[in-house]
């Protein structure tokens, strides 16, 4: 039942977005990163890349993808040949208001996506490889430019897993249900 409510007001608020009037002026971004996960079930921290692109208007809203892939995100048992997570989400994204808005830009996200965590063993007696997990990610940073097209932006957000399915077993003993972890990032911004 919760995660129809949270379906519907994703529907809701996608609703909103598509029928408010449309900006004066748009900026596109496009933002590759270096990044690292730590805490819940990323036992180490680890690193990940990746890039997020999206829309922001000229005044509070935005949406962007974001795609990151850490391949050492479990630790290594001796036995593991892979053990990476792969996260791909689409978000909200609002602009928190201030004065000298073009150059530095705070905001939070958070929107729902796709989380891939990947484990297998030598000769794949043991696998976790096609199993993508429905996640939500939520969080917030800053962009500072250093002219109208290029700038730097961090941020730090968190991932959490959703709802438990029955494909869910596996022989790692992962409850995919729960997966849940941290990732810090900082990455170059282009805007045009």
């Known amino acids: 039942m919760r995660a129809v409510h ?10 909103l977005v598509l029928v408010l009037p449309a900006p004066a002026r748009a900026d596109w971004t496009v933002s590759p990163f ?9 036992l180490h921290k680890n690193t990940a890349v990746g890039i997020s692109g999206g829309w922001t208007s000229g ?5 962007e993808a974001d795609f990151s892939w850490a391949p050492q995100f479990f630790e290594q048992s001796g036995f593991t040949t892979e053990r990476q997570v792969t996260t791909f989400m689409g978000n909200l994204v609002v602009a928190i208001p201030h004065g000298g808005r073009d150059m530095f830009q705070p905001y939070v996200s958070g929107g729902l996506g796709l989380i891939r965590p990947t484990l297998s063993e030598p000769g794949g007696i043991f696998a976790l490889t096609d199993k ?15 002219n109208r ?21 596996n022989a790692f003993n ?19």
């Not at 097209?149 to 077993?169: C, K, P, T």
Request: proline share 0%; glycine share 18%.
């Open 174 to 192: 992962l409850d995919l249900a729960a997966f849940h972890f941290w990732r810090t990032s900082a990455g170059l911004v282009v805007r045009f």
């Open 132 to 146: 993508n997990k429905l996640g939500a990610d939520i969080g917030g940073g800053a962009t500072v430019f250093f």
């Open 34 to 42: 270096l990044g690292g996960q730590m805490g819940g079930d990323a």
């Open 6 to 15: 949270s379906s519907g007001l994703w529907v809701l608020v996608l609703v």
């Open 59 to 63: 005044g509070w809203l935005g949406a």
């Open 149 to 169: 097209s290029v700038g730097v932006r961090g941020d730090v957000r968190y991932f959490h897993g959703l709802h438990e399915q029955d494909s869910d077993a």
